[in-house]
């Protein structure tokens, strides 16, 4: 595995590969990332990574400074998953001026994440444009586990006419549900052992639309409820359609619908969705 640090070297390293899949990341890799680099492997001989921790999707509040960096053991999975090329800048290769020009997701980018995390998505979709004009990819892998995220690329990439496909790799979970994640890093053991309540309530509100309940609005405010009485501070559970994300209608049939839910225990913010 070649790594390189500047875009000129990243360049000439991509010129030799031809076809190239790629995976963005932020680093402290886990069994998800693994997965994505397989599933990326599935469309192109050749596989990218990325890890670069960026500034412009947190907060003041959030927790850029304490984000896990983990760059060695990082790079020890990669070589183990085969990755070919692994494109590690710091912040003064992607941007060495203030990045005046972001771009502007659509309005669904208010909502959801959006709504408690202002301009998350601004600084994602800039970040990912600019690293697709650099690395180049025929084919992209983005996880479900962001399922908002995943959408806003997908939708992004078209609009541009970006020669890129999306692909999107299925979440990938501990034995007790919890969707690996690099914050569950921060959970105490206690909290580590209470934190597949998010899964399990979402997994309910799911299974009752599977089996007949229509009344979606008081399926997520009761999953909610039920979070908040184990300790938790909901920001949103959702039932929205899975095209675009708009509130989902008693018209909408199961098949169309996704679960999300994002909520805090303790410090940490966790989020989850399933496709129902």
């Given at each position: 595995?070649?790594?390189?640090?500047?875009?000129?070297?990243?360049?000439?390293?991509?010129?030799?590969?031809?076809?190239?899949?790629?995976?963005?990341?932020?680093?402290?890799?886990?069994?998800?990332?693994?997965?994505?680099?397989?599933?990326?492997?599935?469309?192109?001989?050749?596989?990218?990574?990325?890890?670069?921790?960026?500034?412009?999707?947190?907060?003041?509040?959030?927790?850029?400074e304490r984000?896990?960096?983990?760059?060695?053991?990082?790079?020890?999975?990669?070589?183990?998953?085969?990755?070919?090329?692994?494109?590690?800048?710091?912040?003064?290769?992607?941007?060495?001026?203030?990045?005046?020009?972001?771009?502007?997701?659509?309005?669904?980018?208010?909502?959801?994440?959006?709504?408690?995390?202002?301009?998350?998505?601004?600084?994602?979709?800039?970040?990912?444009?600019?690293?697709?004009?650099?690395?180049?990819?025929?084919?992209?892998?983005?996880?479900?586990k962001d399922?908002?995220?995943?959408?806003?690329?997908?939708?992004?990439?078209?609009?541009?006419?970006?020669?890129?496909?999306?692909?999107?790799?299925?979440?990938?979970?501990?034995?007790?549900?919890?969707?690996?994640?690099?914050?569950?890093?921060?959970?105490?053991?206690?909290?580590?052992?209470?934190?597949?309540?998010?899964?399990?309530?979402?997994?309910?509100?799911?299974?009752?639309?599977?089996?007949?309940?229509?009344?979606?609005?008081?399926?997520?405010?009761?999953?909610?409820?039920?979070?908040?009485?184990?300790?938790?501070?909901?920001d949103y559970?959702?039932?929205?359609?899975?095209?675009?994300?708009?509130?989902?209608?008693?018209?909408?049939?199961?098949?169309?619908?996704?679960?999300?839910?994002?909520?805090?225990?303790?410090?940490?913010?966790?989020?989850?969705?399933?496709?129902?």
């Open positions: 595995m070649r790594i390189v640090r500047s875009i000129a070297e990243l360049r000439e390293a991509r010129a030799a590969l031809g076809a190239l899949a790629f995976v963005p990341t932020m680093g402290n890799l886990h069994a998800g990332h693994v997965s994505l680099v397989a599933l990326a492997r599935t469309r192109a001989p050749r596989v990218a990574v990325s890890i670069f921790v960026n500034r412009l999707q947190f907060a003041p509040s959030e927790d850029f984000y896990p960096r983990t760059f060695e053991d990082d790079c020890a999975r990669l070589r183990a998953a085969g990755v070919d090329l692994l494109f590690a800048p710091d912040e003064t290769v992607l941007y060495p001026q203030p990045q005046t020009y972001i771009v502007q997701p659509p309005a669904i980018a208010e909502e959801l994440e959006g709504a408690f995390r202002p301009r998350f998505f601004h600084g994602v979709a800039t970040v990912v444009l600019k690293l697709f004009n650099c690395v180049q990819p025929q084919v992209a892998a983005f996880g479900m399922y908002q995220q995943l959408m806003i690329v997908r939708n992004m990439t078209a609009q541009f006419d970006l020669p890129i496909e999306i692909l999107a790799g299925e979440t990938v979970r501990e034995p007790d549900g919890l969707a690996m994640s690099s914050r569950n890093n921060y959970l105490s053991a206690a909290e580590r052992a209470e934190a597949p309540r998010l899964h399990a309530q979402l997994a309910m509100v799911r299974d009752a639309i599977r089996g007949g309940v229509r009344d979606v609005e008081a399926l997520a405010r009761g999953a909610a409820q039920a979070l908040h009485g184990a300790g938790w501070t909901p559970v959702s039932v929205r359609r899975r095209a675009d994300l708009a509130v989902a209608s008693d018209a909408d049939g199961p098949g169309r619908l996704v679960v999300l839910g994002a909520a805090k225990l303790g410090a940490t913010r966790l989020i989850d969705n399933l496709e129902i």
